[in-house]
């Protein structure tokens, strides 16, 4: 198989898809806030308060889309193809982005996130899916790496850019004799509709769907959601003890993201900082996923998770702990980047290589569903993170973060225990790793 530096093209031109739909449904995290609390969007509130519904908008794309996983990635089995339902999520993203410029009530937000929601169940377990189809056991790593890293840059620019799209309406555009006016809001939602229509056309124009035989599974869906282990050697399945460490890691991200004006407050800075606070784990996980999948190639998996997961103990713990540590003349603005940095190196660890250690162990007509439990319990993670930072803040500013690293804790125990390798590496395990 021709390869681009360990990459295979058709893997590579399917990341620049999901970095290109990754912008613009990024850019929504934070328009939408803006435009809930803007006069361009109003009605019935159902007795819950603005701040609650921007919750709700945000979080609900992963309640939705999360569950659907195991039965989009089991339909995509059992037919033998992914990209038709990649190009079927993506047209629905792309409807329903276009469709916020016509929203005028709370629950328009509501209804389109959810229909959003569907769209992401299609397009996220089927293209993890495909990169395991088009890579080998010899550089699965590496091209999962790759992908999450573009995927990333997108998810990564959006916010970046949404802001200044907003804040630069109303545009005016000629139209012959006429000008046409443009609100900033609407601007923002045709440019996520647009990047969703170019990933289709990439998706469309270059990627095929490899030659896999379509699978007959027994039972449903949710019976490719194994839980204990059916060989009896040990106390869960490993592909759900990858699962679980994804979700925790998952949650230990997102504790961070509902807490803005509480950092703010408590480290005496201003929303840029928490920005660029935030992008930290984000920049880590561009530079480094794609290095750390294509040494698992050749060192293993298991070995990385272990120190990854190890390393989001410290990492997360100390984001609650800052605000009262002595540090000098450090200022605690910057530790707590520097710290959202190192969790993102830990994170870089933890989710492509144990995307590559399920690909290692999926059946070749059942990576669908396989995968999907990892892509679930990522998105369950990313969405309960904030809700649960949200309740347990009441109680400190370290409790969110103290829980988080606690669950990072059983994780570590989890892989040890739980996970071996399938594939012998190819050089020595530098790390930690039982080789089977």
Known sequence: MRTLFGVNPQVLALALARMSESVGNSFLIVVLPLFIASEFVGGATFGLTEVFITGLVLSIFGFVNSPLQPFTGRLSDRTGKRKIYVLFGLTLIAIASFAYSLATAYW??????????????????????????????????????????????????????????????????PLGATTLSVTGFDAAFYFAASTATLAFVLVLGLIRDPDIEPSEPEGSALDSFRVFDRTGSQLFDPVFALGIVSFFMAVGIAVFATLGEIVNTELNQGPEMFGLQFAAFVLAQIFLQAPIGRATDFYGRKAFIVAGTILLVPTTLVQGLIPDLALGGLSDSWVMFTARFLQGVAGAMVFAPALALAGDIAPDDESGSTLSVLTMAFGFGVAAGPLLSGI?????????????????????????????????????????????
């Open 392 to 436: 347990l803040v009441a109680w400190g500013f370290v409790v969110p973060f103290a829980f988080a690293a606690a669950l990072a804790g059983i994780g570590v125990a989890v892989v040890l225990t739980q996970v071996d390798e399938v594939n012998p590496p190819r050089r020595a395990v530098p790390l930690v790793g039982k080789v089977t």
């Open 108 to 173: 328009h937000l509501i209804v389109l996130r959810v229909f959003q929601g569907v769209a992401g169940a299609f397009i996220i377990p089927t293209t993890v899916a495909l990169v395991n189809d088009l890579a080998t056991d010899e550089n699965r790593g590496g091209n999962m790496g790759t992908y999450n890293t573009f995927r990333l840059v997108g998810f990564g620019v959006g916010p970046i850019a949404a802001g200044g799209v907003v804040a630069a309406g109303p545009y005016t555009i």
